[in-house]
């Protein structure tokens, strides 16, 4: 979120630099790609950060030079993304259970009454849209790196694989079998369309009745047999290590947690752009719940972030 006094630097900035208004102007679009490819709201800040320090790193007679600056904005975030992803299977291996995306609010939450986000500049938004779901990036995570630029350059932001080949150093013949793969397994994880917005609102809006409730038949109706839960802790919450399998197991666990946990409040919200569910205690949010709902309105996942480092954006300021 941009502050009044970065504003008005910024305005300083561009009456030394006539091109910094065009070159922030970027700023949005490489924050969205940083996400998508990281899954980390931080580190995709972090990245765009250290993209446009090396823009500035060049003289200006280099910048000028450049012919279209958001394309080179674009190819050296796209590179920095797939070191950081390189080194990110590796601290993966470490990580305390399972590692779960940074989960994304809505700044126009999606219940009346939850517009306390609403405001911040608009270059600090991701564009919340089905490239974004929880489902989405969690199949990116079962990607390699070069898959997932490959994939997300070219079929959520449309780069030609010409483009994308300079990015990732590999052929563009070489970038579209990587894209392809991608494809793949993106379809191979998907459940269905899902249902309409309002229909997976209300499945969720009774899934968060039924366990305030304790309704263990109620929760068996609204979970898909199969369904899986996954929660992500990070060793700073407690949160079960490995995803719990079944509909019997993932309700008989929820319902021993809304009679063992103290009091706290459960709100309906949006996470990255579909019906989630927050748990509140003590003013702070301990919990973002993220769902994927079948085609016959039965959950088929969830995921619980619970580690506090990637709930920041979320707790009152």
Request: aromatic content about 6%; some cysteine; glycine content about 8%.
């Amino acid at each position: 979120m941009t502050t009044p006094s970065e504003q008005a630097q910024r305005q300083a900035d561009e009456q030394r630099d006539p091109g910094l208004s065009a070159i922030m102007s970027e700023r949005r679009q490489l924050l969205n790609l940083a996400y998508r490819l990281l899954g980390s709201l931080a580190d995709a800040e972090d990245v765009v950060q250290e993209t446009y320090t090396r823009w500035y790193a060049m003289s200006r007679a280099r910048r000028e030079a450049i012919v279209s600056p958001g394309a080179w904005l674009t190819r050296v975030a796209g590179r920095i993304c797939l070191t950081q992803l390189g080194s990110a299977r590796h601290r993966r291996e470490t990580y305390v259970g399972e590692w779960l995306p940074e989960p994304l609010r809505d700044p126009a939450e999606w219940i009346a009454g939850a517009a306390d986000g609403a405001g911040g500049d608009p270059a600090d938004r991701i564009t919340l849209d089905e490239s974004v779901t929880m489902a989405l990036l969690v199949v990116f995570e079962s990607m390699t790196p070069a898959e997932r630029v490959a994939f997300v350059l070219h079929d959520v932001f449309r780069y030609p694989f010409a483009e994308v080949a300079e990015i990732v150093g590999r052929s563009p013949a070489a970038c579209r079998q990587l894209a392809s793969s991608a494809r793949r397994r993106v379809t191979a994880a998907r459940t269905g369309a899902g249902p309409d917005m309002a229909r997976q609102a209300g499945v969720v809006r009774r899934f968060k009745a039924a366990w305030e409730a304790q309704d263990i038949d109620a929760l068996l109706g609204l979970l898909d047999p199969g369904a899986t839960a996954t929660a992500d802790g990070g060793g700073r919450a407690i949160a079960h290590l490995l995803p719990i399998e079944g509909a019997e197991r993932i309700a008989h666990l929820y319902v021993t947690i809304a009679r063992c946990a103290p009091p706290r409040t459960i709100l309906e919200r949006t996470v990255n752009g579909r019906p989630g569910l927050v748990v509140e205690a003590e003013g702070r949010v301990e919990t973002v719940f993220a769902f994927e709902v079948a085609d016959d309105d039965r959950i088929a996942r969830i995921w619980a972030v619970r580690n506090p480092d990637k709930l920041r954006p979320w707790q009152p300021s």
